[in-house]
Nanobody
Framework: QVQLVESGGGSVQAGGSLRLSCAASGIMSRFNDMGWYRQAPGKQRELVASFTSVGITNYADSVKGRLTISRDDVKNMVYLQMNSLKAEDTAVYYC?????????????WGQGTQVTVSS
């Protein structure tokens, strides 16, 4: 059974840090490119960081230098270290494959984890 479970979100002040975790079960994550997406209120979901199966990382310009994605293919875990957080980082964060998974003809997403940054 495919399952993505995100955790580690919370409320922090600007300049603070958080570490998000994602447990990916039922998928061969070590063969997939994995990524962290986020969706802020009133905005579309966007890909902010990705880690390919061959070890290449990519970041959206808005988070470059502040967010770091990593993965543990033995444990089927994906992480997002978030430093120097800004108010504009406030969003629900989701992990998923890149591109996102399709299950039974529909895009599959976990429940996400809320990150709130106060200025």
């Amino acid at each position: 059974q495919v399952q993505l479970v995100e955790s580690g979100g919370g409320s922090v002040q600007a300049g603070g840090s958080l570490r998000l975790s994602c447990a990916a079960s039922g998928i061969m994550s070590r063969f997939n490119d994995m990524g962290w997406y986020r969706q802020a209120p009133g905005k579309q979901r966007e890909l902010v960081a990705s880690f390919t199966s061959v070890g290449i990382t990519n970041y959206a310009d808005s988070v470059k230098g502040r967010l770091t994605i990593s993965r543990d293919d033995v444990k089927n875990m994906v992480y997002l270290q978030m430093n120097s957080l800004k108010a504009e980082d406030t969003a629900v964060y989701y992990c998923n494959t890149v591109p996102r998974m399709i299950v039974n003809g529909r895009a599959y997403w976990g429940q996400g984890t809320q990150v709130t940054v106060s200025s």
